[in-house]
């Protein structure tokens, strides 16, 4: 059985950039978060789930 799923953009919440794109699981409650590098703050910074 094939697991659904979505894709989803990662985006900046310094700078409101879309850095990243990943997917995750359709019917999954939770928002992504996770600690990136942003080439526009030239820094690590944590990166929120925003649909695409």
């Known amino acids: 059985m094939k697991i659904k799923e979505r894709y989803v953009y990662l ?3 310094k700078c409101s950039n ?4 990943t997917h995750k699981r ?4 939770y928002k992504l978060e ?3 590098y942003c ?3 030239r820094n690590h ?3 929120k789930e ?3």
């Open 34 to 36: 996770k600690k990136k």
């Open 39 to 41: 080439r526009f703050c």
């Open 45 to 47: 910074t944590s990166h």
């Open 50 to 52: 925003r649909k695409l």
């Open 18 to 21: 879309r850095n990243y794109t």
């Open 26 to 29: 359709l019917k999954a409650a």
């Open 11 to 13: 985006v900046c919440t």
